[in-house]
């Protein structure tokens, strides 16, 4: 009996003394992180069970941590760290500059942040069109070094067709990406909508079909028309992901910033998509909240007490100018002290 209770009070000392050697910091200046519930992680067999009972899957375009978070507490069910990066992030026209080690700094700091959605990363253009071998390869970075739980690729030729189903062969979930590819600009002709002709809507289609024969497990389209978009959700077994493709799809995506109307700087403006819905003025409170910000430092008002927390006693204060003096500062005594004696004024009773 008296084994296990020097067993007992061994482990209740290693519990004591590990929590000094973790890397959550302490509470005297940061509050540190909070808890996350691991039960409630969305997976494959999650995202089946809605698409099977009907129920819409939300899914939202991110790249940071503070995002991932919000996206965590809203309980979005797919986060994208898509390569739009390249201009929403990076401030590029398209999304052709962005490499694959840029990626994945943006799918670790989402990583961190989003501990509920299924994580999926966009393998960014010229790291999987070359070979299969290539394909593989960058994917299963994208989740080794990125923590993604899934990729996404896009377009429907059939060198991208045969990545797709040697990157599942692979043991690693994809989802496709049909209609307005933004990687395929060059032979596009620019953000141009597709299926708006026969040809063009039955290649929608044909290629969300073949996505599906390979292995995905959705398809996103792309700003296709809204009855394109519904014969394809149609036919396929797998949900569909829309943006810019009408209310008929299994799902929807819309991208962090754009949603929140996050800025309003002329660039940003010309990347953001006629077809999103703002559902808050964010960039307008970011904007007030840094000129008030502004107007507060230039008057001296802030910092003010309420944001000066850490404390010198009175003592320790002139033992601190003393030995500057010593040292032959006196400036810096002066500063101290003054500094030390305005703030005995502010927090006397009469004290504006």
Known sequence: MSLFKTLAKRCSSLARSSRYMSNIPEDTVYGGPKPQNHDQRVTLTHLRQKHRKGEPITMVTAYDYPSAAHLDSAGIDICLVGDSASMVVHGHDTTLPITLDEMLVHCRAVARGAKRPLLVGDLPFGTYESSTHQAVDTAVRVLKEGGMDAIKLEGGAPSRITAAKAIVEAGIAVIGHVGLTPQAISVLGGFRPQGKNIASAVKVVETAMALQEAGCFSV?????????????????????????????????????????????????????????????????????????????????????????????????????????????????????????????????????
């Open 220 to 352: 996103v389209l792309e700003c296709v028309p809204a009855p394109v978009a519904a014969a394809a959700t149609s036919a396929l077994k797998i949900p569909t992901i829309g943006i810019g493709a009408g209310p008929f799809c299994s799902g929807q995506v819309l991208v962090y910033h754009d949603l929140l109307g996050m800025m309003q700087h002329p660039h940003h403006a010309k990347v953001t998509p006629k077809f999103c819905k703002q559902y808050g003025q964010v960039g307008d409170v970011i904007n007030k909240a840094l000129l008030a910000y502004k107007e507060e430092v230039t008057n001296g008002s802030f910092p003010g007490p309420a944001h000066s927390p850490y404390k010198i006693g009175s003592a320790d204060t002139g033992g601190f100018v003393n030995e500057l003096q010593k040292l032959g500062f006196d400036k810096a005594a002066s500063a101290a002290a003054e500094a030390a004696e305005k703030i005995e004024t502010a927090k006397s009773p009469g004290a504006l």
